[in-house]
């Protein structure tokens, strides 16, 4: 009996350790569609095809070939879309984290370690920005310029930075005033090597943790923003693109939004997942 008490929990542990897994699986394999797929599928988006427009997934084209996930209304492959809108989304959410955790971290550690009136005025120049919105500031910065992929990205940033720079003004805070920080003060270490050597290198976890539940919050936006048309141009494959040109066919050609909705919704949860674990991993003291 005793031995079966044991080995009940261990079988648990493995398998909830098995499905852990699961997220690191699932976004190996977009980063992988991403990354080899555009090099794979030959795919033009400002190239239609009328005769093929509307066929069902496993249909096949007039050139011979099979339309694996259907077409749209203007006979473009939407399996090809999918992959491409993957390395679209995959690629505007590494640049917008980086950018914001480069903007935030900076801020953020400035205003924690020297305190006075520099937090002050960050502080609460963080609150007035995080009284508006931060969908609408993003689509006001998005549509005041002309549709390309540096200005979604720097649209998104406008707000995700600010995240950062709470957390990473928390930990520098805290550490401040411990004891390795005080003696590097004594020892006339300069304040730019006290925050790269002793601060900075704290915050890395909490930072981590909060970036995948951003690149999920800004993946999402992204697709909101070409949903809505003021995001990326034409020539550029975007999910939120693909399922607002499948809107008008939900009755009769459903694959057409519905596809790339599900490959947006995985992606979405599966990085959600993740972030809730390194959240769990790192603290979530450090993230409030």
């Not at 494959?237 to 947006?264: E, F, R």
Request: overall charge positive; glycine content about 10%; charged content about 15%.
């Amino acid at each position: 009996m005793a031995t079966l008490a044991v080995t009940r929990p261990l079988a648990v542990r493995r398998i909830g350790s098995w499905f852990g897994r699961i997220p690191y699986v699932v976004l190996s394999i977009y980063v992988l569609v991403a990354g080899i797929g555009p090099l794979v599928i030959d795919y033009n988006p400002i190239r239609t095809s009328l005769d093929d427009r509307l066929l069902k997934p496993g249909a096949h084209l007039s050139t011979g070939g099979t339309a694996w996930l259907g077409t749209d209304g203007l006979g473009r492959d939407v399996l090809a879309q999918v992959v491409y809108g993957a390395r679209t989304s995959i690629l505007i959410g590494l640049a917008t984290v980086v950018v914001s955790c480069i903007v935030g971290v900076t801020i953020g550690t400035v205003a924690g370690y020297f305190r006075g009136w520099l937090d002050t005025f960050l502080a609460r120049g963080i609150d007035i920005l995080m009284a508006f919105p931060a969908i609408l500031l993003t689509i006001v910065i998005a549509g005041a310029f002309e549709r390309s992929v540096p200005v979604v990205v720097i649209a998104l940033a406008a707000t995700a930075w600010i995240s950062f720079a709470r957390v990473t003004r928390s930990v520098a805070l805290s550490l401040r005033e411990r004891a390795w920080v005080d003696a590097a003060r004594v020892l006339g270490v300069r304040r730019p090597a006290i925050l790269l050597r002793h601060v900075v290198p704290f915050t890395i976890g909490p930072v981590v943790a909060l970036a995948t539940l951003e690149f999920a919050l800004v993946v999402l936006a992204e697709a909101g923003l070409s949903f809505l048309g003021i995001g990326l141009p034409p020539s550029a494959v975007s999910w939120g693109q693909t399922i607002a040109n499948g809107k008008q066919y939900l009755a009769g050609a459903w694959w057409i939004s519905a596809l790339p909705g599900i490959a947006l919704s995985l992606l979405i949860v599966n990085i959600g997942i993740l972030g809730d674990q390194l959240t769990a991993r790192y603290g979530r003291g450090h993230l409030k």
